[in-house]
T-cell receptor, first 109, second 113 residues
Framework: AQRVTQPEKLLSVFKGAPVELKCNYSYSGSPELFWYVQYSRQRLQLLLR??SRESIKGFTADLNKGETSFHLKKPFAQEEDSAMYYC???????????FGSGTKLNVKP | EAQVTQNPRYLITVTGKKLTVTCSQN?????MSWYRQDPGLGLRQIYY???????DKGDVPEGYKVSRKEKRNFPLILESPSPNQTSLYFC????????????FGSGTRLTVV
């Protein structure tokens, strides 16, 4: 069965500290992985996808097929990074998405 | 501007009074979906639609109905709302394949008293 696991419900770090939001997945085929971000009282928006291999707002994520992980990282957290982060998986071929339960990132001053 | 529009943004209703939350997208997307978001539970899919007249249940469909008579619209219907349907609801759309994933609506906060 397809599943996306985000083990941390809440992650608190101080401004300037490195941050890593964990995401593990199980999928029988070749998935496509995404990170979505939801700032307070706003809609979810795409942060990055593994195919693009880009850095958005200083965040990066590498797909590790051996460990079936897609952790989101940023070397120096900023207060404006405080938000809810969702990891999502899309099965190859059509747009059925599976979301993790989300991790709330709190960056303290 | 490419977007998914949900209405209303906020709704307070009483138990048993039928309501509809509308969702419309202007991107000619085939795939549309409804999610509810609850604290500690993340996003749970209610229903989805792969194209006009094609809908299917997600993970938590009980108490909800949907229809897809036109490509752009995907309304969520609560025939007899109950307090456990108090939640934040999101509509989302995407192309059938490829693309950057979902475009989400701004959400509808529903309270059933």
């Amino acid at each position: 069965a397809q599943r996306v696991t985000q083990p941390e419900k809440l992650l608190s770090v101080f401004k300037g500290a490195p941050v890593e939001l964990k995401c593990n997945y199980s999928y029988s085929g070749s998935p496509e992985l995404f990170w979505y971000v939801q700032y307070s009282r706003q809609r979810l928006q795409l942060l990055l996808r593994h195919i693009s291999r880009e850095s958005i707002k200083g965040f990066t994520a590498d797909l590790n097929k051996g460990e079936t992980s897609f952790h989101l990282k940023k070397p120096f957290a900023q207060e404006e990074d405080s938000a809810m982060y969702y990891c999502a998986l899309r099965g190859l071929g059509f747009n059925k998405f599976y979301f993790g339960s989300g991790t709330k990132l709190n960056v303290k001053p | 501007e490419a977007q998914v529009t949900q209405n209303p943004r906020y709704l307070i209703t009483v138990t048993g009074k039928k309501l509809t939350v509308t969702c419309s997208q202007n991107m000619n997307h085939e795939y549309m979906s409804w999610y509810r978001q609850d604290p500690g539970l993340g996003l749970r899919q209610i229903y989805y639609s792969m194209n006009v007249e094609v809908t299917d249940k997600g993970d938590v469909p009980e108490g909800y109905k949907v229809s897809r008579k036109e490509k752009r619209n995907f309304p969520l219907i609560l025939e007899s709302p109950s307090p456990n349907q108090t939640s934040l609801y999101f509509c989302a759309s995407s192309p059938w394949t490829g693309g950057d994933g979902y475009t989400f609506g701004s959400g509808t906060r529903l309270t059933v008293v």
